[in-house]
């Protein structure tokens, strides 16, 4: 089997005396999609925001490409190829649409490759380009920050909760756009509290529940495990 790309193994964390995190094991493979799922407070997205080196792991390693990267910060995080969208879509709601991409244009990318590239995956933020990021929609900020992620050219994709606050019809259009990514070659991990907007396009997935993996399996077999009532089946 080809090797994990990015990995958690036995990782702990939490804030202050209180641990959220006890031993996590994770592995996301090259060309993925590993959906994590659980109910709200089960720390996924304290798990995500370790893995973008924005809170510390107590215990355990973290993985990317078979090196240890324990301790790294979230720019390191960002230059090593890992993007985060974190839950709440992360744009910068003063800025218009092209100057929330010119933002993103730190990492060396041109916002002309980056204008082509976001107005062509979603033609509305071309019609917003010059429109305050806060006056447009729940979905159209989550393309505009999807947008921003992808202009840095990323090897792993973090996506918090894509779904939050957000009509089913723009959730299955989002990860459409997310499935044809990864069919393009990105590794993307998907903390998702409604596991049917995310198991029809995963290659795997895994439970997790109270901090800890509970189940992992093929889509299918944690689609099994599923309380469906509190994970939104």
Excluded at 69 to 98: H, K, M, W, Y
Aim: hydrophobic share 45%; with cysteine.
């Amino acid at each position: 089997m080809t090797e994990p790309l990015l990995e958690l193994s036995g990782v702990k964390a939490g804030y202050g005396a209180i641990e959220v995190l006890h031993g996590v094991d994770l592995a996301l493979r090259p060309g993925t999609l590993l959906a994590l799922l659980g109910p709200n407070g089960g720390g996924k997205s304290t798990a995500m925001r370790v893995i973008a080196g924005l809170h510390p792991a107590t215990g355990g390693e973290v993985r990317y490409a078979g090196r240890t990267v324990n301790g790294i910060s979230a720019q390191d995080a960002a230059r090593l190829g890992i993007c985060s969208i974190p839950e709440g879509r992360g744009v910068f709601p003063n800025l218009t649409v092209r100057e929330n991409l010119w933002a993103a244009t730190g990492t060396g990318a041109r916002l002309k490759d980056m204008e082509e590239k976001a107005y062509g995956r979603f033609p509305i933020l071309g019609k917003r380009r010059d429109q305050l990021a806060g006056s447009l929609s729940g979905g159209e900020q989550q393309m505009l920050a999807l947008s921003r992620a992808l202009g840095t050219d990323p090897a792993v994709l973090l996506l918090d909760e894509l779904s939050m606050g957000l009509a089913p019809k723009i959730v299955s259009e989002m990860y459409e756009t997310v499935a044809e990514l990864v069919a393009g070659g990105l590794s993307v991990l998907v903390a998702e509290q409604f596991a049917r907007a995310v198991l029809p396009i995963a290659d795997s997935a895994a439970l997790m529940l109270h901090g800890r993996i509970a189940a992992t399996g093929t889509p299918d077999e944690i689609e099994d495990r599923l309380a469906g009532d509190y994970l939104g089946g």
